[in-house]
C-alpha cells in the first residue's frame, strides 16, 4: 500500500474509533479509544509522516463531527466551536510526536513515556482551549484525572506494540529458521553432486586416456587419415569438456565458503530439519514420520548423510499414493560397537526383485508420469549408494515387498561419521 493511502487509512481508522468515547466535565471533550490506537500506528508505520498523518486525521475527524451535529440541529458556529478543539487534539500530537519520533524505537519505558507526553500535553491544550471558548475556570482536579487517563492509554498502547513487536520477532525468527533449513537442505545437495561430478572427472579423464591411446594405435596401423583425425578430435573434445567439467567443481566448491559451512552438526537437528522440509512439501498429507535416534551424535558429514537420508525420504515419497491413508517413513538409528546404522523404511508401492538389482544403476526409474510421458532420471539411489560406499566406505542394503513397501538398511563406520568414538552421547 503507498504511503499516502497508507495515511488515508489510517486517518479513518481512529476517526471511526474516536465515536467510541466518553464525555468528561469539561462541555465537548471526549475521551476517545482513537488516542490508544493513533501512537500505534504513528510508532509501527514510522515511514510515514506523523505530522501529516495527524493533520488528515483532525480534519477528518472534524469534518466528520460537524455532519453529526449538523444532522443533530446543532448550528455550524456552535458545532464549529464544539469539534475545532478536538481536532486541534490530533494536530498538537502529530506535532510534538514529530518533534521527538526516534526516542519510542529504544525501549518500552520510553514508549510509555513519550506516549504519555504527546497524550497529557495536546490534552492539556485542548482543555485550555474550550476553557477560553467556554469563558470556564480551571479545574485542577480534573487536569490530575486526565493525567491519570493518559497513563491508561499510553499503558495499553505499549501493550499493544510490545504484542505486536513480539509477534514480529516471532516471525522472522521463523522466516529465518526456515531459511537456514534450506540453506543445508542446499548445500547437502550441492556436496552430493560435487561428490558425484568429482567421481565422474575420474571417469572422464581415463575415457580421455584411452581415447589417446587408441589415437596412437592408429597412427601406427595406417589407417585412414579421417579416422585418425577423428579419433584425434575426440580426444581434444573430451579433453575440453573435462577441463570446463572441473571449472564447474571448482566454481560449486567455491560457492560453498566457509561462511556457509557448519563445522559439525547433530543428528537430532539433521533429523529435525529433514522433518521440517518433508512437512513443509506439499504432499505431506496422509503421511506419517517417524524420525528416532538411539544415541545423539555429532558429525562433519552431516551434509552428505543429509544427501542419503534426503533421496531416501524423497523416494520414499514419491512410490506413494497419497489418496490413502496410513502412509508412513520411518527413520531408525541406532549403533553398535563399530558402526552406525540407518533403517529407513516405508509404506509405498513397493520394488518387484526383477528391478531391485538395477535400482542403484544411473539412469533407472521405475516412476513414470503417464500424463506427461516423463521419466524421473533414476539419479538418486546412485547418488546414495556412491555417497554410502565411497565416502563413508559403508555398506546399504535393501529389501521390498510389492504394495508392501522398502527398506533400506545403511551401515557406516563410526570413525569414517565421526572421526573419534568420544562423541555419542546417551
Known amino acids: 500500500m503507498k504511503k499516502k493511502q497508507r495515511m488515508l487509512a489510517f486517518a479513518v ?47 477528518i475527524v472534524f469534518i466528520v463531527r460537524i455532519f453529526v451535529l449538523s444532522i443533530r440541529g ?14 486541534l487534539f490530533y494536530v498538537i500530537y502529530g506535532i510534538i510526536f514529530s518533534l521527538n519520533k526516534r526516542i519510542p524505537n529504544k525501549s518500552l519505558p520510553r514508549m510509555f513515556f513519550f506516549i504519555l507526553t504527546c497524550d497529557f500535553s495536546s490534552n492539556i491544550i485542548e482543555v485550555f482551549v474550550r476553557i477560553v471558548i467556554s469563558n470556564n475556570t480551571v479545574n485542577y482536579r480534573d487536569l490530575g484525572i486526565l493525567f491519570l487517563i493518559a497513563a491508561t492509554r499510553a499503558f495499553l498502547a505499549v501493550v499493544i506494540l510490545a504484542i505486536i513487536l513480539n509477534y514480529r520477532i516471532l516471525l522472522t525468527r521463523e522466516e529465518h529458521e526456515v531459511r537456514y533449513q534450506n540453506l543445508i537442505l542446499l548445500i547437502s545437495d550441492l556436496k552430493s553432486e560435487i561428490y558425484l561430478m568429482k567421481k565422474n572427472s575420474d571417469a572422464i579423464e581415463h575415457i580421455m586416456t584411452n581415447s589417446y591411446t587408441m589415437y596412437e594405435n592408429l597412427l601406427q596401423s595406417g589407417q585412414d587419415d579421417y579416422i585418425k583425425d577423428l579419433s584425434l578430435n575426440i580426444t581434444k573434445d573430451i579433453h575440453e569438456i573435462k577441463k570446463d567439467y572441473i571449472l564447474v567443481i571448482k566454481g560449486l566448491e567455491s560457492t560453498l565458503t566457509e561462511d556457509l559451512q557448519l563445522s559439525e552438526m547433530s543428528i ?61 517413513i520411518k527413520i531408525y538409528h541406532k549403533h553398535d560397537k563399530k558402526n552406525h546404522i540407518f533403517i529407513v523404511s516405508d509404506s509405498g508401492e513397493g520394488i518387484s526383485q526383477e528391478n531391485l538389482k538395477y535400482i542403484y544403476n544411473p539412469g533407472f526409474s521405475t516412476k513414470f508420469d503417464y500424463n506427461t510421458g516423463d521419466v524421473n532420471r533414476g539419479i538418486g539411489l546412485y547418488h546414495v549408494k556412491n555417497l554410502v560406499e565411497g565416502h563413508f566406505k559403508g555398506t546399504i542394503a535393501v529389501t521390498s515387498k510389492i504394495n508392501l513397501g522398502t527398506e533400506f538398511t545403511i551401515k557406516i563406520p563410526i570413525l569414517n561419521m565421526e572421526g573419534k568414538n568420544e562423541n555419542i552421547h546417551y
Do not use: W
Open 13 to 59: 481508522v481512529i476517526t471511526a474509533t474516536s465515536q467510541f468515547y466518553l464525555n468528561f466535565a469539561i462541555d465537548g471533550f471526549r475521551i476517545s479509544t482513537a488516542v490508544i490506537i493513533l501512537p500505534v500506528f504513528l510508532i509501527m508505520y514510522d515511514d510515514i509522516s506523523s505530522m501529516h498523518t495527524s493533520v488528515l486525521t483532525a480534519l
Open 74 to 87: 446543532v448550528g455550524f458556529v456552535q458545532a464549529f466551536y464544539t469539534v475545532f478543539p478536538g481536532s
Open 268 to 328: 537430532k537437528d539433521i533429523f529435525y530439519i529433514l522433518k521440517k522440509s518433508v512437512y513443509r512439501s506439499d504432499e505431506n498429507e496422509n503421511l506419517y514420520l517417524d524420525f528416532k535416534y538411539s544415541a545423539n551424535f555429532s558429525t562433519k558429514n552431516h551434509f552428505q548423510l543429509m544427501s542419503i537420508l534426503r533421496n531416501l525420504v524423497n523416494n520414499s515419497m514419491e512410490s506413494m499414493d497419497f489418496s490413502k491413508k496410513n502412509n508412513y
